[in-house]
Nanobody, 126 residues
């Protein structure tokens, strides 16, 4: 399984940015595709995820709810993170991740993800 993240950059506060993560090698339709981020000096934290199990369900960290939207072309395609109304505190390296057959309570747990892409840096200036 390979994940390839892209789309990071330098933007100003209030701007929008869309991150993409191309996936390959996923073999199950019961998959969760998620975004995590790590700000300088801070731990890796969950940002957003989309869980496929029959239908699909999206999950968001409280800090990005209403501003960020996660979507995916399908269970084995590209996952996107549309980020609007960006704030300086959104500055971080963003990582995409994938895991099979997660239960709802595990979606935000970074330790449950088996596959990770390389990070893409998002810098938001004030």
């Amino acid at each position: 399984v390979q994940l390839q993240a892209s789309g990071g950059g330098l933007v100003q506060a209030g701007d929008s940015l869309r991150l993409s993560c191309a996936t390959s090698g996923l073999t199950s339709r019961q998959v969760t595709l998620a975004w995590f981020r790590q700000a300088p000096g801070k731990e890796l934290e969950f940002v957003a995820g989309i869980r496929y199990s029959g239908g699909s369900t999206t999950y968001y960290a409280d800090s990005v709810k209403g501003r960020f939207t996660v979507s995916s072309t399908n269970t084995r395609g590209t996952v996107y993170l549309q980020m609007n109304s960006l704030k300086p505190e959104d500055t971080a390296v963003y990582y995409c991740a994938a895991a099979y057959r997660l239960i709802t309570s595990s979606v935000r747990d970074r330790g449950r993800y088996d596959y990770w892409g390389q990070g893409t840096l998002v810098t938001v200036s004030s």
